[in-house]
């Protein structure tokens, strides 16, 4: 951790922790997206924070946050000392971008977890960007195995028209005009929010939403404006997911359900006040234009399958989907189809862009999962699992040996490329 702590400069560190402590104190509802974005940095903080650690002392890890911050720490300090002075720079150079950012550490982190993974499978592993300043992330070599390796991270809010940070500012916004509504509320409320197109981050828009919001409230009905729509829907609480006893811990599961049932929309941002067992109100935000998701990390895909591979090796694609947990992870691989018509949306993306001749180099792609912490007593490790598809079309596809991320212990085969059509 000091070593850490030198490498990115002691007062950038401290000035983060303040800039999270200031952003939790502003605004409680950023709780959980700091927690996503900034996980490693919030980790770093609570054990610096506490007496868990000194020189005699070593860190016994409780938590996959505290896990995933020791692994990723170790990988830094162990790739720092193997690299040129300009892969050095390079390096400390995103680390600090990293904790000077929104975005965090991620995408370093899901680069330093590649890197540890391939020397895990007894992999030379060459930092061909950071060495040479771009193309792609990693050479890997063992015995005559060559393999081209480069790591993309898609956040949870890539191709969304609502972005969740500005959502969760909005919400702050609204908290105001839902906190009448909830005092007399004596049954459940949803309060829908449709905009016209993408959620701004501008002030003026959130309090012309809240405006909006205010009237369909007051008139118990609808509302519009040119910042959005407003409906709202009375429920009954029993039979809803609130219909709880005051201990019980209310189930997100079941209120997304819910409100995919009353919307008829999945994947919304929702903020929700209740009182088990008496009285709810959701407020459901949403967008008259559909987001494009897969159409987003499709083109960041293909972009980097044309332009950072030199096509002369075997091309890895190592994704890492932020907003996907390691659950359903398990319930994308185990929905493999050879039926196009039956297909997850992810495989039919993947065998779109492998099929495709311009991209006949690019050996493999993996989607990579946050997992969870696997406490063995003395031993602690990381579930954390890889959905791996092999471009069948490949002259080395069926070489056990250029597959990197499969898991030797349980072997899968890989999804069936569909045909496009």
């Known amino acids: 951790m000091n070593g850490f702590a030198q490498l990115v400069g002691a007062d950038r560190l401290k000035r983060r922790f303040d800039w999270i402590h200031r952003e939790l104190a502003a ?39 505290e896990y995933e911050l020791v692994a990723f720490l170790a990988g830094v300090m162990k790739m720092y000392p193997l690299l040129s002075a300009a892969g050095q ?26 890197v540890s ?20 992330d990693f050479l890997t070599r063992r015995d005559e195995v060559e393999l081209e390796v ?18 969760l500012v909005l919400f702050k916004e609204l908290q105001g005009a839902i906190a009448p509504a909830y005092a007399s509320a004596s049954m459940g409320l949803v309060v829908r929010v449709t905009l016209p197109d ?33 409906r709202t829907y009375d429920f009954p609480i029993a039979g809803s997911p609130f219909d709880i006893a005051p201990e019980a811990e209310l189930s997100k ?3 997304s359900e819910f409100i995919h049932r009353v919307t008829g929309q999945g994947n919304t941002n929702s903020m929700t006040v209740c009182s088990p067992g008496k009285r709810a109100v959701v407020l459901v935000l949403d967008s008259m234009k559909q987001d494009k998701v897969l159409e987003a990390v499709r083109a960041v895909m293909r972009d980097s399958a044309i332009k950072q591979f030199t096509k002369s090796r075997p091309g890895v ?39 495709s001749p311009s991209r006949a180099h690019i050996h493999s ?27 069948e079309n490949h002259r080395v596809a069926r070489d056990p040996k250029y597959a990197v991320f499969n898991d030797p212990n349980r072997p899968r085969i890989s999804p069936i490329l569909l045909t496009s059509g």
């Open 27 to 65: 605004n409680p509802f950023m709780d959980g997206w700091l927690r996503e974005r900034c996980s490693l940095e919030i980790a770093l903080n609570d054990i610096l924070a506490s007496d868990r650690v000194s020189l005699l002392t070593p860190l016994k890890v409780t938590t996959e946050a």
């Open 198 to 230: 993408r959620l701004s981050g501008n002030h003026e828009d959130h309090r012309k939403i809240a405006g909006a919001v205010t009237t369909a409230l007051l008139s118990g009905g609808e509302a519009s404006s040119d910042a959005c729509s407003v």
């Open 253 to 255: 599961p079941a209120v």
């Open 117 to 136: 993974h391939l020397m895990t499978r007894g992999f030379d592993v060459e930092c061909h960007d950071l060495e040479h300043g771009g193309g792609f």
């Open 89 to 114: 720079r390079r390096l400390q150079g995103r680390l600090i971008d990293g904790i000077q950012s929104e975005q965090g550490l991620l995408a370093v982190q899901h680069e330093v977890t590649t």
């Open 317 to 355: 694609l190592a994704v890492q989907l932020h907003d996907l947990s390691e659950a359903q992870f398990r319930e994308l691989a185990g929905a493999d189809s050879g039926d196009r018509q039956s297909a997850t949306g992810v495989q039919v993306m993947t065998s779109d862009l492998l099929n």
């Open 365 to 391: 792609v993996v989607y990579r999962a946050h997992g969870e912490l696997v406490d063995n007593g003395a031993v602690k490790t990381s579930s954390a699992m890889a959905y791996y598809i092999v471009n």
């Open 150 to 167: 480069e790591c993309k991270m898609a956040s949870g809010d890539i191709g969304r028209k609502i972005h969740k940070r500005k959502s």
